[in-house]
């Protein structure tokens, strides 16, 4: 088993890329590890330029991201961890399978659908070809699976399709080049929605940061969220079909049994015909409690920049070692001469 995935570094990271990601990652790279196979995570900062941006905060959510990853713990002793710029084998393996890609799926990408909106034309080609460069960012390594969200689920199929149709053009049936990447859809990859509005998604850009719960809040601040978070005036229900139609209510109580790795019935069954008063508290408490170390070893790695940038260094020499292999597969299959 080989586990590749990636994150971009826009800074910030809330309690639902937590939830939703990075405690899977943790987990996936201690499965891996005791099964004998390797996970590798990368800060995907050369995606991050597909989009007008500021190059110094980049330079800085790079580094706040990774402090982050550790923080949450992704440990360099089990997992290869950097940031795609220090491997320039993704930018290159983007290049020789945009020969494969095809113009009809890119364009029929959601995303790039709801990220261009009406302005096509005034959009960067980097944004177009975005999914070109993860499909390089997993088959590079050869991975065997990738964990994505349902969001991604879309990008992580047109891999399969670059890797296929490159197989098949370019490569025996008996020795492909590429190694098609099963998904990974955990179970427990909570959905977190805003603490204001239970039918969006936590994100990072929503202009309230009263919508989320930052990994580098304090206590207080997370218990505050937590209070002024928006409910409906009746109780908690029983059972899970109480839950129907109240959209955060329903947020609340996932985010209580996520954290608590528990289960929505569970805890309904701990709360169920409480009202908010006593329920918010509850879990403002094992909110502060389960996020408080992270919150402490977060904002002492941040204070040590050279050892950041060495974990990245070290991340990068071992991922460019195993990127080499198929890149230089992908060549020779496309017959281009290399000195």
């Known amino acids: 088993m080989r586990i590749v995935s990636g994150i971009q570094p826009t800074g910030n990271l809330h309690l639902g890329n937590y939830l939703g990601a990075i405690r899977n990652w943790v987990r996936m790279q201690d499965e891996a590890q005791a099964s004998g196979g390797e996970s590798l995570y990368f800060l995907a900062d050369l ?13 800085a959510n790079t580094r706040e991201m990774v402090a982050a990853l550790l923080a949450c713990g992704i440990d360099p002793a089990k997992s290869v961890l950097f940031n795609q710029a220090q491997v320039p084998q993704h930018a290159e393996l983007q ?154 209510a329903s947020n609340l109580v996932g985010i209580y049994a996520a954290m608590a790795g528990s289960s929505v019935e569970a805890v309904l069954g ?4 409480a009202g908010f008063g006593k329920f918010k508290p509850a879990l403002g408490e094992l909110l502060v409690t389960k996020l408080a170390p992270i919150n402490r070893r977060f904002v002492a790695l941040c204070t040590d920049q050279p050892a950041l940038d060495a974990v990245l260094r070290a991340g990068a020499t071992r991922a460019r070692e195993l990127a080499k292999p198929t890149l230089d597969a992908t060549y020779a299959a496309l017959g281009l001469l290399r000195g």
Request: proline share 8%.
């Open 270 to 273: 701990e709360f169920g015909g």
């Open 47 to 59: 995606h991050a330029i597909s989009q007008p941006h500021a190059p110094a905060q980049l330079a």
């Open 95 to 248: 290049w020789l399978l945009s020969g494969t890609a095809r113009m009809g799926w890119l364009n029929r990408m959601t995303q790039w659908k709801d990220k261009a909106g009406k302005n096509r034309e005034g959009q960067s080609v980097a944004l177009f070809t975005y999914p070109v460069l993860q499909a390089a960012d997993v088959l590079l390594y050869q991975a065997t699976h990738v964990p994505v969200g349902d969001d991604q689920k879309q990008h992580l199929e047109l891999a399969r399709d670059i890797a296929q149709k490159f197989n098949n053009d370019f490569a025996s049936a008996d020795k492909p080049v590429f190694t098609l990447p099963e998904p990974i859809i955990p179970p427990e990859a909570a959905r977190i929605m805003s603490l204001r509005d239970g039918t969006a998604k936590m994100s990072k850009s929503d202009p309230s940061d009263m919508s989320r719960i930052n990994l580098t809040d304090d206590a207080d601040t997370i218990m505050a969220k937590v209070k002024k978070a928006k409910t409906d005036p009746e109780p908690l229900p029983g059972e899970k079909a109480g839950l129907e139609g109240r959209a955060e």
